[in-house]
């Protein structure tokens, strides 16, 4: 599966990965619920292909405007870039707090559009759930505001595993420099755990989906 030219349209059927309350079986393709399945005897690292590549994804949707990933042995990170439109405001003028779980779930996307091979998703009931966030709103952005969103695994444990994610401002906002570019806007830890979709049990992060993510991982902070 390539990942030049994906589109992340896919994005939105996925509910800002948290799973739904009384769902089963995480079978349908229209709640997927933020939900990633994969085929573990399939499912392989795209920085194991090649750890020289520079991995590119053009994520541009009405919201996105650019994603690019990087990737080798000591770990992968990929950036997206989206444009704050006028419905992403609250009444104060500044992006309401609730988007930013959106804005971190197209980061999320095009980091496993780039890492992982999505042609084997979903094939064999095993899904990996997002159980927990800590969310840092640092700075307020607003509308025409470019912003940067990095993503990483930054541990990869037995049981769980944690990605982080940062949201900066951009170099641009309306076709001039941002005299506050590369400010830090928002940040988050998400915490995912494996889950067997028949029995709903958790999982142990062991074998080779293990063998995959581990190298995936980055120490410390983007």
């Not at 800002?16 to 399945?37: D, R």
């Not at 930013?100 to 779930?105: G, T």
């Not at 470019?146 to 906002?173: F, N």
């Amino acid at each position: 599966m390539s990942t030049a030219g994906i589109r992340s349209d896919s994005c939105r059927i996925v509910t800002a990965g948290f799973p739904c309350a009384g769902m089963t079986g995480f079978q349908s393709k229209k709640a997927m619920c933020g939900a990633l399945y994969y085929r573990q005897s399939a499912l392989r690292c795209r920085c194991h292909d090649d750890q020289e590549a520079r991995m590119h994804n053009d994520m541009s949707t009405s919201e996105a405007a650019s994603d690019s990933s990087s990737g080798s042995a000591s770990g992968a990170i990929s950036r997206a870039t989206l444009i704050v439109r006028g419905f992403h405001l609250d009444g104060y003028g500044h992006v309401n707090n609730a988007r930013y779980l959106e804005f971190y779930e197209e980061g999320r996307w095009g980091y496993m559009l780039a890492y992982l091979d999505l042609d084997d998703l979903k094939r064999e009931g095993i899904a990996m759930v997002a159980v927990n966030v800590n969310l840092d709103w640092n700075y307020p952005a607003t509308v025409h505001d470019e912003l940067v969103i990095t993503t990483q695994l930054s541990h990869v444990g037995r049981r769980k595993m944690i990605m982080h994610q940062e949201i900066h401002l951009g170099e641009h906002r309306l076709g001039e420099v941002h005299p506050r570019s590369g400010a830090l806007v928002s940040r988050a830890d998400f915490t995912f755990v494996l889950m067997n979709t028949t029995s709903g049990r958790a999982m142990p992060l062991e074998g080779d989906i293990a063998a995959i993510l581990r190298p995936l991982v980055v120490e410390g902070n983007v």
